[in-house]
């Protein structure tokens, strides 16, 4: 028999009165009208009556929404489809997120009326991101004011152009949609005519058609055709012999017993099949298929399946077994965090571990104990999901809890580039890390990479500094909140071959990751809604200024029938309660949804930042100090002085020591490098005492000039009688020079003048050709702008042009007919202009440079003064001399 997981999904709105929970809940009914139709249910539930097949939790019933996701197992002709009925509301899309990891298909479920919502385009962006496919189902068609026309238009603006009504005879022109939705379909229906059933499958599979459906689940009127269009045109995954499976959920049966949810994917699971994932090994008890609240109990299940099994206490959401591969994370994520308040007399060190148990079943909730508050904090999606974990908490262990009043899940992210170095050498201990940390897209996370060679540190030690990065939640400089959004690489350590335990390296990792973000330039982090308001249309002015005041921006989307639509964002700290807000001043007419954009710089960093009096010098628990040997005992060194003690030399001074190497064929002058006694010894550690462990007795300390720019004496030809030109990479400048970026954060426009006036007074002394260069690659429609700065030359790039191609094009082209300079301290930059012959500056360089340059002018001009004065008696005629010198006489007599 054919097998199909399909998942069913929709928005759903929370704040709705019972009897229009009943019309929206849309997902609930539809699963009831293909559970009766297929006969597996005789009775049609509904949820405003709470009897409901799938929705069996007492809670869930109470409130008519989907809270867990269920499944329901039924058959049509030879296919059997297990339909998992996901959570709606957006307090719970974690839960439905791990769904998707195993459905073949999905149904998307839209109201007719409302049409597309704001969760509904979140459903889109994570079935796009999971690739399944979709069929469509366009609910409430009974109810007047619905249109077809109008709603497949707003699919194929909203969603896609591969939305094409299905069934009921099809439209006329239903070949010529499906030919314009795929090249594959394009050729057959040019060369045919028709378009094969396979075909469309195909392009239905790969996502590029999405069939859409209409009817009325309450009614059941076009659900029939619907199960029949999903037979007809869905593909039937095949699965090879080998074993595979992924779990999606973990949860309890009434008897407490711990279940573990997985689709089998690969082969044939049996009981007493033995799982393991390299750390632990357990058997499987027993097997059973859900279908609502019942189940019944299998000896063995093959590939294609949906089921629950006994006997594994140590599983997780997202795990692979067999052929198949764990999850990544999830891309929804709680951006509320609660205080878990317990009742009088209940120990908190007692709760904990029951709490870990629900932990289990949705690890989004992150239960945390603070040893220092002595508090029991929780992550959650919404207040809705406070009231359900009240009602299991209640049910399972018999405790009353509350919740304070919630606070935002914060996260923190870094700006630029930094190496972070943590070193652990307690006496007879020993282990060095270096990590490259480099900020990431919004949304991407931490990846973690190994760039290191096996010369400098053994693969297992290099595969145990990743597990370390993996396994613990690190923490920002800021406000203490988890860092996200960047890329942290391992590329370079030491171990010592006697001393080295596997707990040093932990150690190590840690403190290289907080000795980074402390170098780094931190960056705070909120979450965002998506917002959709719908009100009437003379409340507009009212909501926009919320909007504004609440630091969102939003537009009108459009009118029709004096109501207006305001789509925008806004952060989550000052959205959350606005729902109340605008149901009293637009009476209950106006609706707000909102869904989870991601992360964004935070609106009020500094308030924040005071607010939650974070000292991340004083986080004992997350040391940002790195531990050294000396003299036979251990001593810390302040994150700002570890580089100066370092044993591993530094990334980027490797990086500097490649370009020289890889540029040395283009230079413009002729060198002579002496090896000094320190390289000898250097040469002499790497391979005759290469084996043998490093003791930081013996280490001379070097300073962070030595280890960064160590001088070399060369002997310089003179340049070539050509005219000098002078490049400069003018925002590179800016973001170098501590001066000027601390004036860029506030006032670009005022940095880039005060540089400008800088190299205007150095052409001033050099008397060379100097042209600034600034990037507008990104400014639409550009073209470029060369103007003059009193004796300078500025330029402005084209639209899709950097600072960095204008460069290498003058360079390119010039470097024969004048000697260039190039001021960068762009590295690939580097390399490139010492390729093509031309000189280079550094911005600390060209900094020094023209300081240096002042100087000489002042020298000068202080020198050429001489002291001239001018008395009074020089101006005076002979005559009155003696006058003078006749009363001055008389007055000295007297």
């Not at 907080?514 to 909501?543: C, D, N, T």
């Not at 006032?747 to 052409?763: T, V």
Request: aromatic residues 8%; negative net charge.
């Amino acid at each position: 028999m054919r097998k199909l997981v399909i998942g069913i999904l929709a928005h759903v709105d929370a704040g709705k009165t019972t009897l229009s929970e009943s019309l929206l809940y849309l997902k609930t009914t539809l699963s009831e009208s293909l559970l009766y139709l297929s006969g597996k249910i005789r009775k049609l539930g509904r949820v405003d009556n709470k009897d409901a097949y799938l929705d069996n939790y007492e809670l869930e019933r109470a409130r008519g929404i989907t809270i867990f996701s269920k499944q329901a197992v039924f058959e049509v002709d030879d296919t059997q489809f297990t339909l998992l009925d996901t959570p709606g509301h957006v307090d719970f899309s974690t839960e439905m997120e791990r769904t998707l990891q195993v459905l073949d298909y999905a149904i998307l479920v839209i109201s007719g009326v409302d049409g597309v919502q704001g969760h509904t385009k979140t459903l889109w962006r994570l079935l796009s991101i999971y690739q399944i496919p979709v069929f469509i189902f366009i609910n409430k068609m009974d109810q007047n004011g619905t249109d077809k026309g109008n709603i497949i238009s707003e699919l194929k603006k909203q969603l896609s152009e591969g939305c094409i009504e299905f069934g009921q005879g099809e439209a006329e022109n239903f070949k010529d949609q499906l030919a314009m939705c795929d090249e594959i379909l394009m050729e057959a229906y040019l060369e045919t005519g028709h378009i094969q059933i396979p075909q469309i499958t195909e392009a239905i599979r790969g996502r590029k058609v999405f069939p859409c459906f209409f009817g009325s689940a309450l009614k059941l009127e076009g659900i029939e055709a619907f199960i029949q269009g999903i037979v007809k045109y869905a593909d039937i995954p095949s699965y090879g012999s080998e074993f595979g499976a992924k779990v999606f959920k973990i949860g309890r049966d009434e008897q407490g017993n711990r279940l573990t949810y997985m689709k089998v994917t690969g082969g044939r699971l049996k009981v007493k099949d033995a799982f393991n994932n390299g750390v632990w090994e357990e058997k499987v008890n027993q097997i059973r298929i859900y279908s609502g609240q019942k189940f019944e109990a299998v000896n063995e299940i093959e590939a294609g399946s949906v089921c629950a099994v006994t006997g594994l206490s140590q599983t997780k959401p997202g795990e692979g077994f067999g052929r198949e591969e764990a999850s990544n994370i999830p891309v929804l994520e709680p951006v509320l965090t609660y205080q878990i308040l317990l009742p009088e007399g209940c120990d908190p060190r007692v709760m904990v571990p029951k709490l870990r148990l629900i932990e289990e079943e949705d690890p989004e909730l992150h239960i945390v104990w603070d040893e220092q508050l002595k508090e029991i904090q929780v992550q959650i999606m919404g207040e809705v999901q406070t009231e359900v974990l009240q009602s299991l908490i209640q049910s399972r262990f018999g405790i009353e809890v509350s919740f304070d009043s919630g606070k935002i899940v914060y996260k923190e992210t870094i700006a630029n580039v930094v190496e972070g170095v943590g070193h652990f050498e307690p006496l007879r201990h020993y282990a060095e890390v270096h990590l490259l940390m480099e900020p990431g897209e919004r949304g991407s996370g931490l990846q973690f990479e190994v760039e290191c060679s096996e010369d400098l540190l053994g693969k297992s030690w290099q595969r145990l500094i990743l597990s370390h990065l993996e396994e613990k939640l690190h923490k920002g400089v800021l406000i203490g909140s988890a860092i996200t959004d960047m890329k942290i690489t391992l590329v370079s350590g030491r171990a010592h071959n006697k001393h080295t335990q596997g707990g040093d390296f932990r150690e190590a990792t840690y403190r290289a990751v907080r000795q980074g973000l402390k170098e780094a330039e931190s960056i705070l982090l909120e979450p965002y809604y998506s917002f959709h308001l719908e009100l009437p249309e003379k409340m507009v002015g009212r909501a926009m200024t919320d909007i504004e005041k609440m630091q969102g921006t939003c537009e009108v989307s459009h009118i029709e029938d004096e109501i207006a639509v305001l789509t925008g964002i806004a952060p989550v700290a000052t959205m959350r309660n606005y729902q109340k807000d605008v149901m009293a001043y637009t009476k209950g007419q106006g609706r707000l949804f909102c869904s989870l954009k991601g992360y964004e710089p935070c609106h009020n960093t500094e308030e924040i930042i005071a607010m939650v009096g974070y000292d991340s010098e004083r986080d004992i628990a997350n040391p940002t100090e790195s531990v050294f040997c000396a003299n036979g005992s251990g001593f810390l060194v302040n994150w700002d002085e570890v580089k100066d003690y370092m044993h591993v030399e530094s990334c980027f001074q490797k990086k500097d020591d490649l370009l020289e190497a890889a540029t040395g064929n283009y230079a413009s002058y002729t060198e002579e490098k002496w090896i000094d006694s320190e390289e000898v010894d250097k040469i002499l550690n790497q391979t005759y005492y290469a084996n043998q462990g490093k003791k930081t007795v013996w280490q001379k300390q070097r300073t962070a000039s030595e280890s960064y720019y160590k001088s070399t004496d060369y002997r310089n030809e003179p340049r070539d009688s050509k005219e000098e030109y002078l490049l400069v990479d003018g925002y590179n400048i800016i973001h170098t020079w501590p001066e000027l970026k601390e004036l860029a954060d506030g006032n670009m426009e005022g940095a880039r003048i005060k540089l400008l006036d800088s190299l205007s007074n150095y052409q001033g002394i050099q008397k060379c050709s100097i042209i600034v260069v600034f990037d507008a690659y990104r400014v639409q429609g550009h073209l470029e702008e060369v103007i003059d700065y009193y004796n300078i030359h500025v330029v402005y790039t084209k639209e899709a042009q950097t600072a960095d191609q204008y460069i290498e094009r003058f360079a390119h082209d010039n470097q024969k007919k004048y000697n260039i300079t190039v001021a960068t301290s762009d590295g690939l930059q580097q390399i490139i202009t010492r390729g093509a012959g031309c000189y280079l500056l550094s911005a600390r360089e060209l900094k020094e440079e023209i300081e240096r340059a002042n100087e000489r002018v002042i020298q000068e001009f202080q020198k050429n003064q001489t002291l001239d004065f001018n008395y009074l008696k020089d101006a005076l005629s002979t005559g009155t001399k003696q006058q003078m010198d006749e009363l001055f006489q008389e007055e000295k007599d007297k």
